[in-house]
């Protein structure tokens, strides 16, 4: 297993390689410089050649991607053409916001779409299973925007129940220890902080939440009805298991290996969402940071944000590989 | 017995909430949260470049030598400055400083610092390269004293004092703080800087020892929120008490400010800008259609002005009768008749005079992109069908389009000019001076030599009478020329909560001052 993680990882190499020299090139290729953009409709051209100066974008595209992959080797993923300040910790410290806003939603996504997949499958075209089927189309048709929408109208504006956006009251700032808002509010005994900031992470969570729970469920019902049709499941019955046994330990640990697959790929889907939640939620995270970016051609930043998606990518689907071997002993004895 | 533990755990909690949630009330009151769509850029004069949320910030944190004064904008006063005079030749300035006036950090300011500063921003500062090069020499005659010469007269230097960029920032702070002085910027102005997260906030609190008295607010929280409808479900909410269009054309669509203005909690106020957008003609381009002049007057009787103020913007622009705003002071009240007026049977007769048959044009109408100005384009290209002219509208992203502009590659363009200091040189210069008419979104004047003495005049005449004068006849020189059909002027809307009190909108540039604003 070690072996198989270690060649794993040497491959990413060469993935990320190819991965920078398209994003490097991309962005060049969409029109429109930074300082043109950055400036404004005002500008004229000497404000416009003075910032380009200053950015060093007067130098040529091979030297530019030079002194970048020079950088990179060092950690140094340049600096923002906005901000100014380092890609690398601007990236770090909206990291942490990206991180807790999609391990949430995956973990209410399992813990939402699994059971109602099981519980379908062992009702099949019950009243439960068509309401759970109606109500996963709307999950998984709907657009993030929309139900960001609906959900912000209803729990915040009409009932009142939770803040419309942001990550923590501004009225109760939570000092950054760790980044992760609940749990720095924990770490700094600043109670009111730390509920302020689980009241904020709902709403966007359920959003991000709701697609992968939707196919989740859905998924699991009908891997899991074509799992209680074979053979060991009747063998199972036969052996006089109990009902809860066959399902659970025979019908779900079987329909769970494609399950995996959908997680994995989903969570990758779900960063790229989370694009949009964070933006419209006013969420501090990355998916927002390189949205920005793109706006404003701020080239090291979408080269780097780029960069860390196809890493967490990559990670994943090595991370689902891995998943496979705990949970399949013939894939466990091929990665040897 | 879990829960029993929970119940517990809720009783001993609940008066800690409760407590917190009264501390909250009380704080709500002092605070004022503003929302803003993104980080502000370069919060401090050296690195300003006219982003208006960074600009505005600096504006409340430092304070300038002088300012416009409220609430028409029309004329100086002084700020750090006590008054000041100018040579008869506009070259020198000589100014007297406020006297006791301290820094955030508790130094004193005095002449030097405005020396240091002001020289800070010209070394620093690319985009006031223009103007801050005529500063030929700084001097501290005594603690409270400043001369300020430049090398050729250029009266609209004093607005240029007045901007962001010519903020004065404590010397101390710059040799404490080195390149991180944008991240603690220290100044003289009602709120200090105390604190900002990336993409979440700018916190800045009330500086008691202001010299203008201190502010009511104890605290203002800038909150960036970057949907547009994000920020006006959290208005409506009351989780942000401010939220500011700025000018844009794509912030929010007239029928959203129509819902605002019904809501009780929400109260709407409007300025006029100085902003102006229009459909420009490539006046440099001597072959095509508009190299007429009476083609140029065809498209500007064409044009339905009551109509798209109306069905467009729903009464949230303004009438431009001109290369001027109606606010401006030196505004030609003449221009109200002269400008073109909707006549379709007028455009029509023009047209055949002119000889070209409108069936024969096939328009690209360039845009920005958005769905307003997709509207404007939209109402255009209406009008223009009226006339028989066919134009396909060419929304384009705005380097693309600056591009386009900046090469003369195109007949008819729709595009604006904010301009980023209070003084008519920042509209006609730019904007008609025929020697820059390709180095940035202009009207591409041609070789002009009668026009081009008259706006250099205008902008180094140091009396202000005689500089209003000239400029009246600029505007009807440029009139007769028709370098574009002047469509509309956005409004400035500011949108608050109802309790917020004694805000005054700034039209020139659009950044908002909180001095003097509190909460019910």
């Keep these: 297993m070690a072996s198989f993680i270690l060649r794993r990882l040497i491959a990413l190499i060469p993935v990320m390689c190819i991965v920078l020299v398209i994003v490097f090139s991309l962005v060049r290729i969409i029109p429109g410089d930074p300082a043109t953009t950055l400036l404004g409709p005002g500008a004229t051209q000497d404000q416009i050649e003075a910032l380009r100066a200053q950015l060093n974008l007067d130098q040529p595209v091979i030297l530019q991607f030079y002194h970048y992959v020079v950088g990179l080797f060092v950690g140094d993923f340049g600096y923002s053409l906005k901000s100014g300040q380092p890609v690398a910790a601007e990236i770090l410290q909206r990291l942490p916001a990206t991180i807790e806003l999609s391990v949430l939603a995956v973990i209410v996504a399992v813990i939402v779409g699994i059971p109602i997949g099981v519980l379908s499958a062992t009702r099949p075209n019950s009243m439960f299973d068509h309401v759970t089927r109606l109500v996963s189309l709307v999950g998984v048709s709907m657009p993030a925007f929309l139900l960001a929408l609906v959900l912000q109208l209803v729990f915040a504006t009409t009932l009142g129940w939770l803040p419309v956006s942001g990550r923590v009251s501004p009225y109760l700032p939570v000092e950054p220890v760790t980044g992760f808002a609940v749990l720095d509010g924990l770490l700094t005994g600043n109670l009111a902080g730390a509920l302020s900031a689980v009241q904020h992470l709902i709403l966007p969570t359920a959003v991000l939440a709701a697609f992968l729970a939707a196919t989740l469920g859905r998924f699991v019902r009908n891997t899991m009805l074509d799992v209680m049709g074979e053979d060991f499941i009747r063998t199972a019955k036969a052996k006089g298991l109990r009902r809860r046994d066959v399902v659970l330990n025979h019908g779900l640990r079987n329909s769970l290996l494609p399950a995996v697959t959908i997680i994995g790929l989903k969570f990758a889907e779900m960063l790229g969402g989370a694009i949009l939640t964070e933006t419209i939620f006013a969420w501090p995270g990355i998916g927002r940071y390189m949205f920005e970016a793109i706006k404003n051609r701020d080239y090291p930043v979408i080269q780097g944000t780029t960069l860390v998606f196809a890493l967490l990518f990559v990670l994943t689907s090595i991370i689902v590989d891995v998943l496979y071997g705990i949970l399949d002993p013939r894939v466990r004895r091929k990665m040897g | ?520």
């Design chain 2, 1 to 520: 017995m879990k829960i029993w533990n929970g119940i517990v755990m809720a009783a001993v909690a609940l008066p800690l909430l409760t407590s917190a949630a009264f501390a909250q009330e009380d704080a709500k009151l002092k605070t004022l949260v503003v929302a803003v769509p993104s980080d502000p850029v370069a919060l401090e004069p050296g690195t300003n470049k006219a982003e208006p949320i960074g600009s505005e910030i600096i504006l409340n944190v430092f304070d300038t030598l002088v300012a416009w004064t409220a609430p028409d904008f029309k004329a100086l006063e002084g700020r750090l400055a006590s008054s000041w005079t100018v040579s008869d030749d506009g070259k020198v300035f000589d100014f007297k400083l406020r006297e006791g006036v301290k820094f955030q950090d508790g130094t004193a300011f005095d002449a030097a610092a405005v020396k240091f500063s002001l020289e800070r921003t010209k070394a620093t500062n690319p985009y006031v390269k223009a103007t801050f090069d005529l500063i030929k020499e700084i001097t501290v005659v005594s603690p409270t004293e400043l001369k300020i010469t430049l090398s050729a007269a250029y009266p609209a230097f004093l607005s240029i004092l007045a901007q962001p960029q010519a903020g004065i920032v404590s010397p101390a702070a710059v040799e404490k703080y080195g390149d991180k002085f944008a991240s603690h910027p220290v100044g003289t102005g009602p709120f200090a800087f105390k604190s900002a997260q990336a993409d979440t906030n700018v916190v800045l609190e009330a500086n008691p020892a202001y010299f203008r008295g201190a502010p009511k607010l104890s605290q203002i929280i800038y909150r960036v929120i970057p949907d547009a409808s994000t920020r006006r479900l959290e208005l409506e909410n009351g989780g942000v008490d401010i939220v500011q269009q700025q000018g844009q054309l794509s912030a929010i669509a007239a029928q959203d400010i129509e819902a605002l203005k019904a809501n009780k909690d929400v109260k709407v106020l409007e300025t006029s800008s100085q902003i102006i957008r229009q459909l420009e003609f490539n006046n440099s381009k001597t072959d095509g259609p508009f190299s007429n002049v009476k083609a140029r007057e065809a498209i500007a009787h064409a044009i339905d002005y009551d109509g798209l103020l109306q069905g467009v913007f729903g009464g949230t622009a303004e009438r431009v009768y001109g290369p001027l705003t109606t606010n401006s002071w030196a505004f030609n009240p003449k221009m109200k008749e002269l400008a073109p007026k909707y006549d379709p049977e007028l455009a029509k007769k023009l047209l055949a005079e002119a000889g070209i048959n409108p069936s024969s044009l096939n328009l690209k109408l360039y845009s920005f992109q958005g769905p307003l100005w997709g509207a404007v384009a939209t109402f255009v290209q209406a009008n223009l069908a009226d006339i028989g002219i066919n134009a396909t509208i060419e929304q384009t992203e705005f380097p693309a389009l600056r591009t386009l502009q900046t090469s003369g590659q195109f007949d008819v363009a729709l595009d604006g000019r904010q301009p980023w200091y209070n003084d008519p040189d920042a509209h006609i210069t730019i904007g008609y001076l025929s020697s820059l008419a390709n180095t940035a979104m202009t009207f591409r004047m041609p070789q002009d030599k009668a026009l081009d003495d008259m706006i250099l005049k205008a902008q180094q005449t140091p009396d202000m009478e005689a500089r209003k004068q000239l400029y009246f006849t600029i505007q009807e020189e440029i009139a007769k020329r028709v370098p574009g059909a002047y469509l509309f002027s956005p409004k400035l809307i500011v949108f608050a909560r109802s309790n917020v009190e004694g805000l005054v909108v700034n039209s020139a540039p659009p950044l908002n001052e909180y001095w003097s604003v509190s909460k019910k």
